[in-house]
């Protein structure tokens, strides 16, 4: 989890319905949110006939997978790599009228002086005081030219006066409304600013989902007014989704013996005293595994792989679970190493990538062998807010670092969670791994307006669970919903599932009944878990009490009291 919002807003808002003849800059989005800005869609993603995934298996969400025995048979997967084409699949200098016309609709648009003095732009002006909402173009992509890839996008862009947004994902829009094979919709967009600025290139990587049956690009104004110019635009595809072919019938081997493994996420301990009582309380209340996340010691440190002291805040965070391994093991609890905030940036250089791949390879010969250690969770919520051509995508870096672990650690699993920012919804846009001992990792913070009300921006009501929030009605149907991609991508690739991280901020009204709900869904479906975070930020923790009155005491509450009960099955003979 990161309590600060990212520079580029990805939204993956679900609304139910069919496209149609209106600009979705005319819908105002659904903003519930996790907290790394990634939303999820409202109702279940299980893939279309057409799917890049080729499987039989059941997709839907009220059945829960298979539970996997303690020495499961090797799984028959085969993993087809796709190579996406060379150069742009679109591009549009605005030089010639006919050829805008024929890539975009009608609209309020002119063409102007482009970029340099020579050639034209797309001009599209919303003046102040118009009682126009939106003005904005579209052009219409092949559904099957961006399936299931990563569309690197390139534009310049030049403004002059344009107002103060009304919400993040208003303002100049570079933006693909994209339709899912559930009817479920979202809108990957560049984060552009407002006011007035010069020609500047813009550029992100908009990841396409495997379920996509339209896709539409829009450029122009949303809820602002202003004037806006167009030039130089260009997606090239970095990545496109493998075909992947199971057998249905396949087992999912959890990669543990244990029924379940249900714990916490932590911060390292700093001393013998500390570690000592923490570890004596989750053995007591039951836990099996800690997510044990590498920081920098200012949570809200960014820097990530560019941190100057990089390495030494990893050995810190290592020398701290080395001192409390013993007590683990002696407790019965597994640990995941995560390399959490320190795996910021690996998307911005060949450095930082070769870095990243560095970092696990000492990881996995420190603790290759320990059976303490249980897996690797390789980047907390990874973004890919500045991939440019020539990098390595999410993926591609996460199966480059596996086989640098396996070469070392052939036993530890290996946790891989989806870009955009981990959460439900993003997991339609994940590769699988072509590497064994894979596990699939996924937060749930679904919806953020609740879980995270009064603590990040924008979150600012009181929402009550079960109810409605934002307009939409969320009780543990609609959160079964929320986590339906998760269950799709598991059943049509027979894969673990991990959810790394869930919680709702200590005084939401229903937080207790949030817990039990999706608690109870993950037992269903057999997977693993760790409740975020155990005496960390005193607005997660369960020992504090239901409210925002200080925290001087540890307490009994409604809260810790549905997760230990849930705790007690690790118990069970």
């Not at 290139?201 to 896709?215: I, N, Y």
């Not at 714990?263 to 500390?274: L, N």
Request: glycine residues 8%; charged residues 20%; proline residues 7%.
């Amino acid at each position: 989890m990161r309590l600060a919002p990212t520079v580029f807003a990805f939204l993956l808002l679900g609304c139910s319905g069919s496209d149609d003849s209106s600009s979705p800059l005319d819908t105002t989005p659904d903003a519930s949110s996790d907290v790394s800005g990634e939303a999820s869609a409202d109702s279940a993603a299980d893939a279309s006939a057409d799917s890049p995934i080729e499987a039989s298996a059941d997709s839907t969400s009220d059945s829960a997978p298979d539970a996997a025995p303690d020495t499961a048979p090797a799984c028959q997967r085969t993993i087809v790599p796709c190579t996406p084409p060379s150069g742009p699949v679109f591009q549009q200098s605005f030089d010639d009228a006919a050829s805008v016309q024929g890539d975009f609709t009608q609209g309020p648009y002119a063409l102007e002086t482009g970029f340099g003095g020579s050639g034209k732009s797309l001009a599209i002006d919303n003046p102040s005081g118009s009682s126009q909402t939106s003005v904005s173009v579209q052009h219409v992509f092949p559904a099957n030219q961006l399936k299931w890839t990563r569309a690197y996008v390139s534009v310049r862009v030049k403004a002059q006066n344009v107002s103060d947004k009304p919400a993040s994902w208003n303002g100049i829009k570079v933006m693909l409304a994209l339709e899912h094979a559930d009817g479920t919709k979202s809108w990957p967009q560049i984060a552009i600013g407002t006011g007035t600025f010069d020609w500047t290139v813009f550029t992100s990587v908009l990841e396409v989902p495997s379920d996509l049956v339209s896709a539409k690009l829009i450029l122009g104004l949303e809820a602002v007014t202003g004037k806006v110019w167009f030039d130089d635009f260009s997606v090239q595809l970095l990545a496109c989704g493998p075909t992947v072919q199971v057998d249905p019938a396949c087992p999912i081997d959890k990669g543990h013996v244990e029924p379940g493994l249900r714990g916490f996420m932590i911060s390292p301990w700093p001393d013998d005293a500390t570690r000592q009582a923490a570890v004596s309380t989750l053995q007591s209340w039951g836990a099996n595994n800690v997510r044990w996340q590498l920081s920098p010691a200012d949570f809200a440190d960014k820097s990530g792989l560019n941190h100057p002291q990089f390495d030494a805040v990893v050995e810190t965070g290592l020398s701290r679970l080395d001192a409390a391994l013993p007590l683990l093991k002696q407790a019965g609890i597994r640990v995941i190493v995560d390399l959490h905030n320190l795996s910021l940036n690996w998307d911005a250089s060949e450095q930082n990538q070769d870095r990243f791949v560095e970092a696990w390879k000492s990881i996995a010969q420190r603790y290759a062998a320990d059976s303490t250690v249980w897996a690797y969770d390789l980047a907390n919520e990874p973004f890919e807010t500045q991939l440019r051509p020539g990098l390595l995508v999410w993926e591609q870096l996460a199966e480059k670092t596996g086989k640098a672990i396996r070469a070392i650690d052939a036993s530890k699993a290996i946790i891989v969670e989806p870009s955009p920012g981990g959460g439900p919804s993003a997991i339609r846009n994940l590769y699988p791994i072509d590497l064994p001992g894979v596990i699939y990792s996924v937060h749930m913070y679904e919806p953020g307006a609740f879980t995270h009300q009064q603590v990040l921006a924008g979150y600012d009501d009181t929402t009550t669970y079960p109810g409605t929030i934002q307009g939409k009605t969320w009780d543990k149907a609609a959160l079964q919903g929320a986590l339906a991609p998760v269950v799709a991508f598991q059943n049509l690739t027979r894969s673990p599932i991990y959810i790394g991280e869930f919680s709702a901020v200590r005084w939401a009204p229903g937080a207790a009944q949030y817990l039990t709900d999706v608690m109870d869904l993950f037992e269903g479906y057999g997977w693993d878990w760790s409740y975020h975070a155990f005496r960390e930020w005193d607005g997660w923790d369960l020992e504090c009490p239901s409210d925002k009155s200080a925290c001087t005491d540890k307490v009994m509450t409604d809260r810790q009291q549905a997760v230990r009960t849930i705790l007690q099955k690790n118990l069970a003979p």
